[in-house]
């Protein structure tokens, strides 16, 4: 009873100080929001009071700012387990560039600073902000850091700007009559969105976010061409790149009958316009380029890292079959094996790549901790022989006591599998007639049930697996019942009406 107390207790701290951590970095992401809400009013108020300027925009933006940075530079706004220990000289707490960020709403409103950059910086200069602008750049430990990561900027200075350019196109469209640098302006955000979207062609975006939002740019480029076309037919100038018209026209004059030029002459100023729109627009295609390399080089990593926890897992996986079986030499080997795997193959890409923690590693981790689980709880410490399959010891690991670093979530998924392979161990041992170690099994699951019910507060995907270890539970139950008839009714064979497979707390999967 101590030790499940002991290991309630050890995880109801870990959960504690996760929650809280995340509370923060929600309360943070309410902050960012409430932040850019204040500098969007702001502009609108500069803009509806024609340009008096109370000095209210540079207070907002420069809080907005400031938050940020404060936000990139805290280690508590991260999810990094692999670098948690990582510190500077000066004995503070280094934050990787591509450290996780703590909740998936710190990264979005990330992502939605660099848009409100994006977009105000095309409106005053009419270019795209480069990865590595001044606003994008903050100094932690005298080294200059991206506030940004590629996939933010992506996301929101590029892609986000187009959304925004082409819904700024329709409102200044809604005043082409009365606005003479209307019609130019909308022609060069389309040149601007057509030169974004070309750029992110040359990306290989696998299915993600990302990617949906990629998918989304080529509408944005469509509205904006609508427009134009819309403003050509209803006399305005501009419109098809096709229709010749006076350059005159667009300062008030009057609007003149256009014509179609013919084919050759076309094609010579399609090539013209797109060489001025790339020299004017000023696309930093060298930085995207280099962004472009490094997700590329990520991607390689991903698959990589993929490959070689598939060989992990399996690992694990065969080590708790060796242990069904009674080898326990065997599942040690594999155990230990798989442990190598991750030390010394899998962690070094992650120390490259942080934000590969979660997905097919946290797998490897997962089928890991239950092998040790399960190891641990037939043969305790002593030696691994000397069990055998006739008599399980009991122990259970706690969290401190897995060799690797493990996340708590990565522990309960664990220890929830566990159930599992007890209910099988039950059913082996009950057709021996062994009801001491079925009664074992059953103290042993109703003690983890009870552990995680105790804790309240349970992660998402524990939470799905809590129904079978209900069902674990419920079919030991069972067993010891049949157990109990076969010693009354003097029978010598036993015939379980469980299941083995139906202890499968993990889809079944081999």
């Known amino acids: 009873m101590a030790l499940w107390m002991q290991l309630t207790t050890q995880l109801e701290e870990r959960i504690k100080t996760e929650d809280e951590r995340f509370q923060k970095a929600s309360k943070r992401s309410w902050e960012l929001n409430a932040a850019l809400v204040r500098c969007e009013m702001a502009h609108e108020t500069l803009t509806s009071s024609d340009g008096d300027d109370d000095g209210t925009l540079a207070k907002e933006e420069e809080i907005f700012d400031k938050l940020v940075r404060e936000t990139v530079l805290s280690p508590d706004m991260y999810n990094n387990i692999v670098h948690d220990s990582s510190t500077s ?17 710190l990264s979005y409103k990330l ?53 925004d350019l082409a ?64 403003l050509s037919v209803a006399g305005a100038v501009g419109g098809h790149k096709g229709l010749v018209g006076n350059e005159e026209d667009v300062d008030g004059g009057p609007v003149k009958k256009m014509k179609i030029a013919d084919e050759d002459k076309n094609e010579a100023e399609d090539v013209t316009m797109q060489e001025k729109a790339e020299e004017s627009l ?12 490094r997700m590329d080089h990520r991607d390689k990593l991903r698959e990589i890292l993929i490959k070689t926890c598939r060989d992990g897992q399996k690992g694990a996986k065969q080590a708790i079959f060796a242990m069904h079986r009674g080898d326990a030499n065997r599942a040690s080997k594999l155990l230990n094996d798989c442990e190598n795997c991750v030390k010394n193959d899998l962690i070094p890409i992650l120390e490259e790549e942080p934000t590969l923690r979660y997905g097919s590693f946290s797998g490897v981790l997962e089928e890991y901790v239950e092998g040790k689980l399960f190891y641990a709880w037939l043969h305790g410490d002593g030696d691994n022989t000397s069990n055998g399959l006739n008599q399980a010891v009991g122990k259970i690991l706690l969290p401190d006591e897995i060799p690797l670093k493990i996340s708590t979530e990565d522990y309960l998924g664990g220890l929830c599998d566990l159930t599992g392979e007890i209910g099988r161990f039950a059913v082996a041992r009950g057709t021996v007639r062994d009801k001491e170690s079925v009664k074992l099994c059953l103290e042993s699951n109703k003690s983890i049930y009870m552990t995680l019910k105790m804790l309240g507060k ?48 993990d889809g079944g999967e081999d």
């Open 458 to 505: 349970l992660p998402k995907n524990i939470s799905k697996k809590m129904g079978m270890v209900t069902k674990s539970v419920e079919k030991l139950e069972r067993v010891l019942y049949e157990q109990s008839l076969m010693e009354m009714t003097g029978r010598k064979e036993f015939a379980s009406g469980v299941e083995v497979k139906g202890f499968d707390n």
């Open 282 to 293: 000023a696309i930093p295609k060298k930085e995207i380029g280099a962004l472009r390399e």
């Open 167 to 230: 819904k700024y196109g329709v409102t200044r469209a809604s005043n082409a009559v009365d606005d003479a640098a209307a019609v130019p302006f909308i022609k060069r955000a389309r040149d601007a969105v057509s030169l974004i979207l070309e750029e992110l062609l040359e990306f290989d975006f696998r299915n993600g976010p990302l990617r949906r939002k990629y998918d989304s740019t080529k509408y944005a480029l469509k509205t904006i061409e609508m427009v134009l076309y819309e």
């Open 111 to 163: 992502e939605d600073y660099a848009r409100y950059k994006a977009f105000h910086h095309f409106l005053s200069e009419e270019k795209l902000l480069s990865p590595n602008a001044p606003c994008f750049i903050t100094t932690e430990n005298g080294t200059q850091r991206n506030i940004l990561t590629d996939e933010e900027y992506l996301g929101g200075a590029c892609i986000g700007l187009c959304h």
């Open 89 to 105: 000289a000066e004995g503070e707490t280094e934050v990787h560039q591509r450290a996780p960020r703590l909740g998936g709403s």
